[in-house]
């Protein structure tokens, strides 16, 4: 069975800060595919970043930046100099081949930038 | 391309009632996945279909239903409506095989009374 945590229910920071969401993950396959998801109060789930199992190369995106290490399957997100936008709860999903497009999700990391 | 549309954005039904939602996928994505969110669960997969099969089921029971058309266009179908049915409905499109990424529609709130 697969199963992801997220231990962060909640981080609040100060505009400018680094945060660092974690992620970690379980699964007996040996592909899979790892995924972030902003939810913003409008609700719609925004896709952020999909990672393979094959793949450790973390990647770095404007401000956001992944690190994927098999090793402590762990798949944490980090968001440089945040921004009072970044206010969003924020999932980590996991699927993979057997699953089809079955995404199992973490329950959560609600962010909270203040000014 | 436009994104995933749901309808309706917000309803409120009563129990023992049933009720219908509508997820528009992405043009040309033929997969469309369906999650219920709730405060207590988080975010559970219901089912998917693709080309108007259901291929994967979650674990809900069997007042939860949906189908697809042949546009992709889906819909999911809640009868006798429970109190603990109240959530949020996402839907999400994905495209071509080998590509992992869903994306998720803006759901449909549904609060029942």
């Known amino acids: 069975a697969q199963k992801v945590t997220q231990a962060q229910t909640e981080i609040s920071v100060v505009e400018k800060e680094d945060v660092t969401l974690d992620c970690v993950y379980e699964?007996?396959?040996?592909?899979?595919?790892l995924f972030w998801y902003k939810q913003p109060p409008s609700g719609e789930l925004v896709f952020l970043i999909r990672r393979n199992s094959f793949d450790e190369q973390n990647e770095i995106s404007g401000r956001y930046s992944w690190n994927f290490q098999k090793s402590t399957s762990s798949f944490n997100f980090t968001i440089t100099a945040s921004q009072v936008v970044d206010s969003a709860v924020y999932f980590c999903a996991l699927t993979d081949d057997n699953a089809g497009n079955m995404l199992t999700f973490g329950g959560g990391t609600r962010l909270m930038v203040k000014p | 391309k436009a994104g995933v549309t749901q309808t309706p954005r917000y309803l409120i039904k009563t129990r023992g009632q049933q009720v219908t939602l509508s997820c528009s996928p992405i043009?040309?994505?033929?997969?469309v996945s369906w999650y219920q969110q709730t405060p207590g669960q988080g975010l559970q997969f219901l089912f998917e279909y693709f080309s108007e099969t259901q291929r994967n089921k979650g674990n809900f029971p069997g007042r939860f239903s949906g189908r697809q058309f042949s546009n992709s266009r889906s819909e999911m179908n809640v009868s006798t409506l429970e109190l603990g049915d109240s959530a949020l409905y996402l839907c999400?499109?994905?495209?071509?095989?080998?590509?992992?990424?869903?994306?998720f529609g803006p759901g449909t709130r549904l609060t029942v009374t």
């Open positions: 999400a499109s994905r495209g071509t095989s080998g590509s992992y990424e869903q994306y």
């Open positions: 699964t007996r396959d040996t592909t899979y595919y």
């Open positions: 043009s040309g994505h033929r997969s």
